[in-house]
T-cell receptor, first 116, second 111 residues
Framework: ETGVTQTPRHLVMGMTNKKSLKCEQH?????MYWYKQSAKKPLELMFV???????ENNSVPSRFSPECPNSSHLFLHLHTLQPEDSALYLC???????????????FGPGTRLTVT | LAKTTQPISMDSYEGQEVNITCSHN???????ITWYQQFPSQGPRFIIQ???TKVTNEVASLFIPADRKSSTLSLPRVSLSDTAVYYC????????????FGSGTRLLVRP
């Protein structure tokens, strides 16, 4: 049990659909992250929220829109995606960066997204 | 952020000790070294973290020489379930959001 849950676990969507990925952490952390992992590629950091403010946006296309309504929930809104966006989307949380004694990140199980 | 270099893959057999070395020649004074493990279709999992010398926990040991330009993750007596990708990351404690995952080392443990 990682304390970080993600829903749905699998998602198939067409290029014109709009969908959202949800992440919830039960660890009392104050930072949350979205990562993308494509086949045979390293994890790519997409967005970081610290204390509900976005502190990092790694040149992610606007068809990905994050939302962090509170420190326990993180969403990734998807619209007009491309087939190359098919990947495993991972959410993580950590105590840091502010006030943390370790920057251990706890990851959820991921959402396997397929864009058709 | 310090760049890290690891072997792409390693093979081992059950019961053996596995040592995975990571190079980080540009490590900064405030940087810590952290290792994560990832199984297929799962998120990475924290294994161990250290700053210098040796750190040991219930699953692994981390050896860091005095110059800190490299580190070695040691997995004692591996089992088939240790087959995974292992990532070495380097960064400051206060910049946890700056973790950059490289390609990692794909460890295959054979019976």
């Amino acid at each position: 049990e990682t304390g970080v849950t993600q829903t749905p676990r699998h998602l198939v969507m067409g290029m014109t659909n709009k969908k959202s990925l949800k992440c919830e952490q039960h660890l009392g952390h104050n930072a949350m992250y979205w990562y993308k992992q494509s086949a045979k590629k390293p994890l790519e950091l997409m967005f970081v929220y610290s204390l509900e403010e976005r502190v990092e946006n790694n040149s992610v296309p606007s068809r990905f829109s994050p939302e962090c309504p509170n420190s326990s929930h993180l969403f990734l809104h998807l619209h007009t995606l491309q087939p190359e966006d098919s990947a495993l989307y991972l959410c993580a949380s950590s105590q840091g960066p502010s006030g943390g004694t370790s920057y251990e990140q706890y990851f959820g199980p991921g959402t396997r997204l397929t864009v058709t | 952020l310090a760049k890290t270099t690891q072997p792409i893959s390693m093979d081992s057999y059950e019961g053996q000790e596995v040592n995975i070395t990571c190079s980080h020649n540009n490590i900064a004074t405030n940087d810590y070294i952290t290792w994560y493990q990832q199984f297929p279709s799962q998120g990475p999992r924290f294994i161990i973290q250290g700053y210098k010398t040796k750190v040991t926990n219930e699953v692994a040991s981390l050896f860091i020489p005095a110059d800190r330009k490299s580190s070695t993750l040691s997995l004692p007596r591996v089992s088939l379930s240790d087959t995974a990708v292992y990532y070495c990351l380097v960064g400051e404690m206060d910049s946890s959001y700056k973790l950059i995952f490289g390609s990692g080392t794909r460890l295959l443990v054979r019976p």
